[in-house]
Every structure is written in structure tokens, then in C-alpha cells.
């Protein structure tokens, strides 16, 4: 039987994980080795009691106590706090989910690596913060990366068989969000709230904003640069509002191949756990002719100025991915949290990156997980400095 973990089991990526591996067959078919959540759970128990996982670990020390009584008379071992994530994934397991949000997924997407097997990565901000890291320690131990990410993952598809040379340039696909057409100044005053409305996809609260500033593609370009091994300048971005194009890849002799499905998570999520192989899935089947037209723009860097920094710190390289998914992170718990404005995240993560680059904070060549830890560490101060500093504007 096929070894299994999820680690964001009880997330948006997870619970649709879950949802692919009842259908296909659930415990009958998968031996589930563990399954990590946060504070729900409820769930993380139901989960782990359908799968009959070997350990279920929650991320919150607190909650240990009730996980332990939500799994009474269940096999499962229950297990609390980072360090026990990052043991859960240090399990022998064929393939793991890294569903984990935010930079905590790092450590434990390493720990998986680093006892072979597949890494299905959803959790971007490991690519973006530490992709050599993850890449060398794939490499190392014999492992390999799936990318989950929709549009990595039609990357990916689209590359299948061909060679890396052939590869002209990359174009990224973007919805736009729900302030795709909203002009500067109304970007300045919105709210929490309009922007976790996204138009296409269901996702959890902070990919979803992070989809409104268009951060989120910002990630993907890194993630791109990163995963795929192509110069920043052959990554392009598109405004494609459908969200049915997940993106595309062009070759030399002018092809371009896009690839297409409806925007359900489990398309992604199902090839990796099937690769190289594709099985039935549930994803409803495109009707293009009710569907009728797709549309493609380019961006606008100036109402999103998230890209222009991503092009920054693919140029940087090194450890500015590290300081800039950090500082994204804080800045979005300050929009999140009403203590900034919209536009201020931007303007926080570009503060973070200049004071970084004038020092020599992200200079040093060695790239192990302490070191990009400390960069984490040092870029959420220099984030939170700079926030107290827009807040003292009004
Ligand atoms: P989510 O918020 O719905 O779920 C996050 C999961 O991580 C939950 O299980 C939660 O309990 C757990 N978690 C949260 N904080 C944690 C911590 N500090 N330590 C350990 N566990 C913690 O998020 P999501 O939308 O499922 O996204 C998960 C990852 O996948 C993110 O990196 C996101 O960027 C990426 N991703 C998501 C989508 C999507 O459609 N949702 C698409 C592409 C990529
Ligand atoms: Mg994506």
C-alpha cells in the first residue's frame, strides 16, 4: 500500500486532499501514515479516525489535551506543536502533502524531503522562500517535487516529455481577484472583506487577499523561477479573468500549450497524486462552448505592485525570497488585522526589502534553514518597524 501524509489536512488544499483519497478508496487503499491541522479539531480527528492515520498532530501545544479525547479509542497517536509536525513528516511515507500555509510549512516540507519519496508542494512559501534549499535537499535524498500550485501544475503538464531547453518562456496565468478593474484610488480603501471575496476559486482567507494584491502571483513568479529553473525575463503574466487557462508554456519553434480545466483544486491535487499516471477524477468537464470566449490582458504593475517587487527579488536572488515572503506575511496579518490599508502592503515589503539590501542581512551565500530562518526572523521585525510607522501616519 501506497504510504500517505497530508500536513494542512484541515485546510482548503487538505480537506480536498482528503477528498481525492476517499474516492479513492480512503484506509482500503492507502496506508495513512499522518495528517497535521490547526484548530479545528474536530476535523483533524474525523480525518485521521476515516483514514485510520498512524498520528495526527495539531500545530497548537493547547490543543493537545482535546485531540487526545476527540481520538480516544481510535489507533491514532495524537501529537502537538511544530517540533511534532516536523517528526510526523520525518515518517517513512511514498507521498506527501504540503498544505501547510505561511512560511510553518517549510520545515516540515524539508523533514519529508529528507527521507525521500514524493512532495506534492502547495505550500508556495517554501519555493519562495528557500527554493534552492528545498531543491539541493531533494536532490539529495533521491526525492521529488510535484507542484500543486494550479498553475505550476499546468506548467508542469505542459512540459510533460519535452525538454528544459525547449522551453522559451513561461506564461502565468491570473484572475485578477476581485479588484481586477477597481481603479487606484478605491484600491486604497479596501476592506478585509471585499478582498477575501474572490470571483473564481474557493481558497483559504490569506491565499485569497494575497490573490486580491496579486502577491500571490508575485509568489508564483518566484515559485516559477525556482521550481521550473528559468531566467526571471522568460516569465510572463497574464490578467485572465475565466481562471479556465491555468497557464501556458511556449517552445521555440513558436508553440504555445496551454492547458485548461475548471478552477477545482483537486485537477491539480489528483495529477500529483496519480503522476505519472492519470486516474478518474470529479472534476466537472469544461463545456467551452457555453463557456464562449476567454479573455487575456496584461497586468497593470501600478495598481498591483506586486509583481514589479517579485522581478526585484527574482533579479536579487539568494535569500531576498525569504525576506520577502516574510515581509509579505506581516504585512498581510496588518491589512488583515485593519492596522495598514491595502496599498500599504506593498509598500511595506518594499520598505523591509531596501533596509535588508542595504545591509548585508541577505548577502550570505550559504542557504540552509537557519540561516533563511533568521532572514524570516529579522524581515517580520523590519516588517512590523515599518507598519508601526504607516500607522503612525494617520
Ligand atoms: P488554509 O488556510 O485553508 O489551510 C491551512 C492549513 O495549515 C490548515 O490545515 C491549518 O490548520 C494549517 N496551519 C495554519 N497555520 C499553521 C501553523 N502555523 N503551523 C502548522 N499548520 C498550520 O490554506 P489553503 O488555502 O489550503 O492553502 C495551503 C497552502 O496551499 C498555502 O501555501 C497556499 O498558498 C497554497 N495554495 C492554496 C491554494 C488554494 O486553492 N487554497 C491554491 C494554490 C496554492
Ligand atoms: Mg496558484
Known sequence: MRRISVFGATGSIGVNTVDLLRRQGGAETFDVVALSGGRNIALLAE????????????????????????????????????????????????????????????APGLAALGRGGTLALANKESMVAAGPLMLTEAARNKARILPVDSEHSAIFQAMNGEEKRVVERIILTASGGPFRDWPLEKLRDA????????????????????????????????????????????????????????????????????????????GAIGYALNWPRRS??????????????????????????????????????????????????????????????????????????????????LKITTFDLDRVLEVDRLARQAGKDAMARVKNRF
Open 47 to 106: 480525518q485521521a479516525r476515516e483514514l485510520r492515520a498512524d498520528i495526527a498532530v495539531t500545530a497548537f501545544p493547547e490543543l493537545l489535551a482535546e485531540l487526545r479525547a476527540a481520538l480516544a479509542g481510535s489507533d491514532t497517536l495524537a501529537a502537538a506543536g511544530p517540533a511534532a509536525i516536523a517528526e510526523a513528516a520525518a515518517r517513512p511515507s511514498d507521498w506527501t502533502m504540503s498544505a501547510i500555509v505561511g512560511a510553518a510549512g517549510l
Open 191 to 266: 476592506t478585509p472583506a471585499e478582498a477575501v471575496r474572490h470571483p473564481n476559486w474557493n481558497m483559504g482567507a490569506r491565499i485569497s487577499v494575497d490573490s486580491a494584491s496579486m502577491f500571490n502571483k508575485a509568489m508564483e513568479l518566484i515559485e516559477t523561477k525556482e521550481f521550473f529553473g528559468v531566467p526571471p525575463e522568460q516569465i510572463e503574466v497574464l490578467v485572465h479573468p475565466q481562471s479556465i487557462v491555468h497557464s501556458l508554456v511556449g517552445f521555440v519553434d513558436g508553440a504555445l500549450l496551454a492547458h485548461l480545466g475548471p478552477p477545482d483544486m483537486r
Open 280 to 361: 478518474p477524477g470529479p472534476l466537472e468537464r469544461l463545456d467551452l462552448g457555453a463557456v464562449g470566449r476567454l479573455d487575456f490582458s496584461p497586468p497593470d504593475e501600478r495598481r498591483f505592485p506586486a509583481l514589479a517587487l517579485a522581478r526585484a527579488v527574482m533579479r536579487a536572488g539568494g535569500l531576498n525570497g525569504a525576506a520577502f515572503n516574510a515581509a509579505k506575511e506581516v504585512a498581510l496579518d496588518g491589512f488583515l488585522a485593519g492596522k495598514i490599508g491595502f496599498l500599504d502592503m506593498a509598500g511595506i515589503v518594499e520598505t523591509v526589502l531596501e533596509k535588508m539590501n542595504s545591509g548585508d542581512d
